[in-house]
């Protein structure tokens, strides 16, 4: 018999949602058949057979979740499937070999803690899983727990105006007892609508999906992170007449060139010379870890959510190439089809919400990186040069970064070398490698 | 059932009233909860009336009756001649033990007001159960209800159980004599502690198992252990070996045996044990008139909280998948009543232990070293024979050692197993250190007493960090791939 656990197909993902289930108790199948489909941080995953035999016994069901390590079904291994096979055989086998004592779910991965910290984290509807422990080993102790929850209220109410709880993750519904008024919505089912005389008509919809994942992310983000948001205005008459002049070129190769591949190029640029930007914290052992890499994140609008397809190596790549692989991520993107090679090992994320509008923003950084920089609405402004009012084409830009690691002076200055490429790119051109 | 009935309103009925069932009745009592108990036999189920403590009594005696042969080496002189066994006897004394543990469990239910009605139970819809009290039949509509009816040997058709010559565990602890002749079909825990206890007492018997190894749930290093012990008790054991036929006549039984190794064979015993498995009850419960899903071999899946696919209806203990121990169910019963209740518990630990009282007991938490290399750690382990503690040789008990399995990176504790005399007490300390998440530092820097027995954990520990002092270390502590 084999075991099929849910493997961390992601990079330290501890949990997911079982999408589909492909095959049924007694269903023969062959190595690498397709089983399940998982939802994990972001992507979708199918997961497929381990061994050619028999489906035993399948544990889970659609709109699950489980955590990474968890049983997800039975295999016999090596044998085919015959209707008679499914029953116990007549001759004395041991039926006792297929139960082992030892626990199937000893996943190393979950978090240390004491029963007694564990049953506190679930008196406070708190994932434990999501607190730092700052115990030996890194235990979670019961003043970490306090503190997460502090943190968890401050910053509630800011980010999620509708609930201070609604942004924890809760614990399963099946922890509310029939005839109590259910704090949690079932992670899977339609919506429902209730009416009481005091809130008017709500609809309830279960929080699952990607749209769970991306609150779930945002919250251990803000949890984490001391935000700070600086905003400043640059000057694109430059680059548009630049991007005017280049693009026949790119439309002769069929390449749809957008501004967004020059604001990588800058930014890549600025990022090596102020590497605490293109950084991350290791919060278990308190290091900086400085990367030598650029992987630049690009936060995509798609049908199912926000999602952040990562162009790897982009100081190695050229404004067309760029281009093309900006255009190539977004349709994959929205088609649904990235996998998890191409949303995860970002180190920096651009956030370009310019075409939709908006002048500024706070946006949030993606853990585990340090900043992030939002583009706003390109617009003709009046702006004073030279002693004169003149018109010109403007655009905002915010850059929240972690306070922890990035102070105010930094972050400007590096705002200020983005500026000053963009707005004269014969600098930009210079600059690149 | 009567027309215009009248149901008995609770807030929870439990069906059955083992250590799963009982335990949650209690809790769900503690916790205020009006609570009906449905027990069809007594109360304790298999564990107290027909398991854990009839054989555990049986294991003890015989221990003791076995003991007597190796008193003289101690100095201690018996009378001039041969001790003997008088099983009726022993019958009555186990009975005592358990009668007492019977209105002890009795006496908390009554304390606690749950109210325990003696019948059979079935589900009418999913708010209502009947339950068949002898001419009566009685209704209880209820917001939950907890499933506990637990399990019972599995036995294969052409085995038919006849309480005379083929016996299940439960006839061979009703007794009245010690066989001559044994066979036990299948060498997992049941079978190999009932078959060492009756070898102790005097019979002659023949261990016949499907698999390469005997106890074929633990790691082979640990049952090797208990195999020696058991040729040194005379028993025969068959590994790799099928039982193809049996049949009853002139007062005994033939079995027909096939392995690859001897082809076929037949064996004659006065008594033939089959302990192969069990399976859950689950099929006379109506649980299709409530949609309880079970799987294809009737356990019924259920979250770590207990509840199934139903989120008013739970189900513990060995009707659920996973092994059928009395630990497992009372921590599920005891969740389980919690939950309902509204308080935020789980079973959410991976951690299990496991206890066989074998020659020698072998006990064990977390995982192997195979397991967790499997898992992915990179693993130290280290192991502390029984023979270099000073207790255990005070006791004339010095085979068997303890183990420690640690992740190499972290030093964190993955898996405590031990072998040898009182393994089943000593566990008690695996288990709460893999529960406190300790790495093996804290073990071996924690004192142990001197002289006991607990000291093979902390030199076992100590080993794994290449500073044991009462065995040679050797220079590299085994390190995996």
């Known amino acids: 018999m084999v075991e099929f656990k849910l493997p961390d197909v992601g990079e330290g993902m501890h949990e997911g949602e079982i999408v589909k289930v492909l095959v049924r108790t007694g269903e023969s199948v062959q190595q690498d058949q397709p089983l399940l489909e998982v939802q994990t941080d972001k992507v979708n995953a199918e997961l497929s057979a381990p061994v050619t035999g028999i489906i035993r016994e399948i544990f889970i069901s659609e709109g699950e979740t489980v955590e990474v390590g968890t049983t997800l079904l039975v295999i016999d291994a090596g044998t085919e499937a015959k209707a008679e096979e499914t029953k116990l055989p007549e001759k004395v086998v041991n039926p006792d070999k297929t139960v082992n004592f030892a626990p199937a779910r000893a996943d190393h991965r979950r978090s240390l803690a004491t029963p007694y910290v564990r049953q506190l984290a679930r008196e406070m509807k708190l994932d434990i899983e999501l607190v730092t422990g700052t115990g030996a080993a890194g235990r979670v102790t019961e003043e970490d727990l306090r503190q997460f929850a502090n943190r968890l209220q401050k910053s509630a109410p800011a980010k999620f105006p509708t609930s201070a709880t609604g942004n924890e993750r809760q614990l399963e519904e099946s922890t509310v007892p029939i005839g109590t008024e259910p704090v949690v919505q079932p992670k899977t089912g339609t919506a429902t609508r209730a009416a009481t005389s005091s809130q008017g008509d709500i609809e309830r919809l279960p929080l699952k999906g990607i749209r769970k994942k991306i609150a779930e992310h945002m919250v251990k983000s803000v949890t984490i992170i001391p935000h700070v948001t600086s905003v400043d205005e640059l000057e694109m008459d430059q680059l548009r007449a630049l991007r005017e002049k280049i693009k026949p070129h790119a439309d002769k190769r069929n390449i749809k060139l957008t501004f967004l591949p020059f604001f990588i190029k800058a930014l890549v640029i600025a990022l090596k010379e102020f590497p605490t930007l293109n950084a991350s914290i290791d919060e278990r052992t308190n290091e900086i870890l400085l990367k030598r890499f650029y992987h630049i994140g690009i936060a995509t609008d798609t049908p199912e959510g926000l999602i952040v397809p990562v162009i790897k190596d982009a100081d190695h790549k050229s404004i067309f190439q760029l281009a093309e692989e900006i255009d190539q991520l977004a349709r994959l993107a929205r088609e649904g089809k990235l996998t998890m090679e191409h949303i995860t090992g970002g180190t920096f994320t651009i956030s370009n919400v310019g075409p939709i509008g908006g002048l500024q923003a706070t946006p949030i950084i993606n853990h585990p990186e340090v900043a992030i920089i939002s583009l706003h609405k390109m617009e003709k402004r009046w702006v004073v040069r030279e002693d004169e009012g003149v018109i010109r084409w403007m655009m905002n830009l915010s850059l929240s970064f972690d306070h922890r690691l990035i102070d105010g002076v930094t972050a400007v200055r590096f705002t200020n070398r983005i500026k000053e490429l963009l707005e004269d790119p014969n600098l930009l051109f210079a600059e690149m490698v | 059932m009567v027309v215009g009935e009248v149901a008995v309103e609770t807030d929870v009925v439990v069906i059955g009233g083992g250590p799963g069932g009982y335990a949650a009745a209690i809790r769900l009592g503690q916790l205020e909860k009006s609570v009906v108990l449905i ?443």
């Not at chain 2, 917001?143 to 036995?155: L, M, N």
């Not at chain 2, 036990?184 to 261990?207: C, N, P, R």
């Open chain 2, 39 to 481: 027990e069809k036999e007594v109360l304790g189920g298999v564990c107290l009336n027909r398991g854990c403590i009839p054989s555990k009594a049986l294991i003890h005696t015989a221990g003791e009756y076995h003991k007597l042969s190796s008193l003289n080496k101690l100095g201690i002189q018996l009378p001039t001649g041969k001790a003997t066994f008088h099983m009726p006897s022993w019958q009555t004394w186990k009975s005592s033990v358990v009668d007492q543990l019977n209105k002890g469990v009795d006496y908390l239910c009554q304390a606690n007001n749950v109210t325990v009605v003696k019948g059979k139970a079935t589900f009418l819809s999913s708010d209502r159960i009947g339950v068949e009290t002898g001419n009566d039949f009685e209704t209880y509509k209820f917001k939950q209800a907890i499933i506990a009816t637990g399990s019972r040997p599995y036995i294969p058709s052409f085995l038919k159980t006849d309480g005379e010559y083929i016996l299940d565990s439960t006839d061979m602890l009703a007794l009245d004599e010690v066989p001559e002749t044994l066979a036990i079909i299948g060498g997992g825990y049941i079978g190999m502690e009932l078959g060492m206890a009756f070898a102790k007492l005097g019979s002659q018997v023949t261990i016949i198992e499907a698999t390469e190894h005997i106890l074929p749930q633990t790691a082979a290093h640990l049952s090797q252990e208990v195999l020696k012990q058991a040729k040194q008790l005379g028993m025969t054991v068959k590994i790799a070996t099928k039982v193809e036929q049996a049949e009853v006549a002139n007062g005994s039984v033939t079995l027909v045996c096939t392995s690859e190794k001897n082809g076929s064979e037949s064996i004659t015993v006065h008594k033939t044990l089959v302990t192969i498995g069990r399976v859950p009850n689950t099929g006379e419960l109506g649980l299709a008139q409530v949609g309880v899903e079970m799987d294809e071999r009737g356990y019924i899946p259920v979250t770590s909280t207990g509840s199934t696919n139903k989120s008013h209806i739970y189900a513990i203990g060995d009707v659920t998948p996973g092994p059928a121990l009395a630990h497992r169910a009372t921590k599920q019963g005891i969740v389980a009543a919690e939950v309902i209740a509204g308080l935020p518990s789980s079973v959410d630990s991976p951690y299990v232990p496991y206890v066989i009282f074998t020659e020698p007991q072998i006990a064990g938490v977390g995982m192997t070293r195979e397991e967790a290399e499997l898992q992915g750690h990179k693993v130290k382990a280290a192991v502390f024979p029984y023979r270099a503690n000073g207790r255990a040789l005070a006791m004339d008990e010095g085979e068997g050692f303890a183990e420690v399995i640690v992740d190499q990176e972290s030093h964190l504790l993955l898996g405590m197993h031990v072998v040898g005399a009182d393994a089943s007490n000593l566990i008690g300390e695996g288990v709460l250190a893999l529960e406190l998440a300790a790495r093996v530092e804290d073990v071996a820097l924690t004192m142990h007493p001197h002289p006991t027995l607990s000291e093979v954990w902390l030199e076992a520990a100590e080993a794994v960090l290449g500073h044991a002092i009462h065995v040679v270390n050797k220079s590299k502590v085994a390190v995996s791939k």
